[in-house]
T-cell receptor, first 111, second 113 residues
Framework: SQTIHQWPATLVQPVGSPLSLECTVE??????LYWYRQAAGRGLQLLFY??????ISSEVPQNLSASRPQDRQFILSSKKLLLSDSGFYLC??????????FGDGTRLSIL | AQSVTQLDSQVPVFEEAPVELRCNYS??????LFWYVQYPNQGLQLLLK??????LVKGINGFEAEFNKSQTSFHLRKPSVHISDTAEYFC???????????FGQGTELSVKP
């Protein structure tokens, strides 16, 4: 069966520090991969999605970037974090004709 | 452009009472519809989906939803809720099953004893 792993589960970082969140999927090949952010009291905003290795589409301009170095690995990064980057980050995967499945998320707090 | 509106941000209800969480979408083309549930500090879990066929869709945990094309709605219902149903519920729409999702703002369901 397919599984998705996100880590870390929680992260506290100072303003201006770098960020790297990782997401991996097991049990499937060539999935579509997604990064969402959920701010407190708000819905989910799609940040990036990828349909293959090295293929990244950005949905909103921001301080973050994404990379897909391997088929089932999706990384969310920042060179210098802002206070506004705080939130709950969710990774998701899907394959053709199947709905998206989500990881357990990373709670990011910026101090 | 697609958009999803969840009409209630919070729904308080007593245990064993029925509940309906409302969702409306805007799209000029055929869409796929989904309901997800999010328990505190967790990811989203798929409750049910409408792809085609019967407009009444049954999901997990006793939930069901009805697709109404003329009203562009996809309301979620449960005849009798439990304390454990307390969570945030998200309605979402997509042009294709494996593609990008557009989410509503969420409805916080609070079940009280």
């Amino acid at each position: 069966s397919q599984t998705i792993h996100q880590w870390p589960a929680t992260l506290v970082q100072p303003v201006g520090s770098p960020l790297s969140l990782e997401c991996t999927v097991e049990g499937t090949s060539n999935p579509n991969l997604y990064w969402y952010r959920q701010a407190a009291g708000r819905g989910l905003q799609l940040l990036f999605y990828s349909v293959g290795i090295g293929q990244i589409s950005s949905e909103v301009p921001q301080n973050l970037s994404a990379s897909r170095p391997q088929d089932r690995q999706f990384i969310l990064s920042s060179k210098k974090l802002l206070l506004s980057d705080s939130g709950f980050y969710l990774c998701a995967w899907s394959v053709k004709d199947q709905p998206q499945h989500f990881g357990d998320g990373t709670r990011l707090s910026i101090l | 452009a697609q958009s999803v509106t969840q009409l209630d941000s919070q729904v308080p209800v007593f245990e064993e009472a029925p509940v309906e969480l409302r969702c409306n979408y805007s799209s000029s083309v055929s869409v796929y519809l989904f309901w997800y549930v999010q328990y505190p500090n967790q990811g989203l879990q798929l409750l049910l989906k409408y792809l085609s066929g019967s407009t009444l869709v049954k999901g997990i945990n006793g939930f069901e939803a009805e697709f109404n094309k003329s009203q562009t709605s996809f309301h979620l219902r449960k005849p009798s809720v439990h304390i454990s149903d307390t969570a945030e519920y998200f309605c979402a729409v997509s042009y294709n099953q494996g593609g990008k999702l557009i989410f509503g703002q969420g409805t916080e369901l609070s079940v009280k004893p």
